[in-house]
T-cell receptor, first 115, second 113 residues
Framework: SAVISQKPSRDICQRGTSLTIQCQVD?????MFWYRQQPGQSLTLIAT?????????ESGFVIDKFPISRPNLTFSTLTVSNMSPEDSSIYLC????????????FGSGTQLSVL | EDQVTQSPEALRLQEGESSSLNCSYT??????LFWYRQDPGKGPEFLFT???AGEEKEKERLKATLTKKESFLHITAPKPEDSATYLC??????????????FGKGTLLTVNP
C-alpha cells in the first residue's frame, strides 16, 4: 500500500485568492490523480498528473483554474486559482498501487472553504 | 457515459442488525467495480474489487457481490465502528483516462449501539 500525505488538511480562503495543495507519496508512482468531493456529490476526477508531462484534465476542468505540477515521482501540487465560494470542497490526491489492478489509494484530503 | 447510483443515501441500523447497500451501474464495458469506506475527515479506504458477475469477496463483517447491473455490500451483525460512508465506483474500458473511476454519491451508514 501507499502512504499519502496531503497538506494543508483544511483552509479557509478569501474569494479571488489561490491555494496550493501538496501531495507527497512514500513511494515512486507513475500516475497521480486529483479528485474533488463537493458536499452531497460524488468524487469527481479533476486531472491525472504524470511526471514529465502536462496533466490531463477531465471535462469541465481547465488548467488555468486548476494548475498542476508533478516535478518528480513522489510529489504533486494542485492549485485552486481565483477562488469563489463554489470551489468550497474537499480535494483529494490519489495514486494507483503497483500491481494492484488499478486499486487507488487516497490521501486524507484538504477541506477548503471559500468566503 | 458511466453512471453509478447508490441506495439508500443513508441507513441507520442497530448493532447486530444485518442489511445490504446497493450500487447500480451503467458502463459500456466493466473493467472493475470498487468498494471504498470513508470516515469523516479522511480519504476513502479501499475495501474490495470485483471483476465479473457472480464474483464475491468477504472481509470481516462485509461481503460484496456483483451482477451484470449491480453490486451489493452486505453487512452482517454490524458494530458501531462500521459506521462510515460506503462508496462504490466503476472503471470501464471506454474511459478517456485508463484509470478513471466513476464514483457514486455513497451511502452513509450509522450503526447505533
Amino acid at each position: 500500500s501507499a502512504v499519502i500525505s496531503q497538506k494543508p488538511s483544511r483552509d479557509i480562503c478569501q474569494r479571488g485568492t489561490s491555494l496550493t495543495i501538496q501531495c507527497q507519496v512514500d513511494s515512486q508512482v507513475t500516475m497521480m490523480f486529483w479528485y474533488r468531493q463537493q458536499p452531497g456529490q460524488s468524487l469527481t476526477l479533476i486531472a491525472t498528473a504524470n511526471q514529465g508531462s502536462e496533466a490531463t484534465y477531465e471535462s469541465g476542468f481547465v488548467i488555468d483554474k486548476f494548475p498542476i505540477s508533478r516535478p518528480n515521482l513522489t510529489f504533486s501540487t494542485l492549485t485552486v486559482s481565483n477562488m469563489s465560494p463554489e470551489d468550497s470542497s474537499i480535494y483529494l490526491c490519489s495514486v494507483q498501487g503497483l500491481g494492484s489492478n488499478e486499486k487507488l489509494f487516497f490521501g486524507s484530503g484538504t477541506q477548503l472553504s471559500v468566503l | 457515459e458511466d453512471q453509478v447510483t447508490q441506495s439508500p443515501e443513508a441507513l441507520r441500523l442497530q448493532e447486530g442488525e444485518s442489511s445490504s447497500l446497493n450500487c447500480s451501474y451503467t458502463v459500456s464495458g466493466l473493467r472493475g467495480l470498487f468498494w471504498y469506506r470513508q470516515d469523516p475527515g479522511k480519504g476513502p479506504e479501499f475495501l474490495f474489487t470485483l471483476y465479473s458477475a457472480g464474483e464475491e469477496k468477504e472481509k470481516e463483517r462485509l461481503k460484496a457481490t456483483l451482477t451484470k447491473k449491480e453490486s451489493f455490500l452486505h453487512i452482517t451483525a454490524p458494530k458501531p465502528e462500521d459506521s462510515a460512508t460506503y462508496l462504490c465506483a466503476v472503471q470501464s474500458y471506454s474511459g478517456g483516462s485508463n484509470y478513471k473511476l466513476t464514483f457514486g454519491k455513497g451511502t452513509l451508514l450509522t450503526v447505533n449501539p
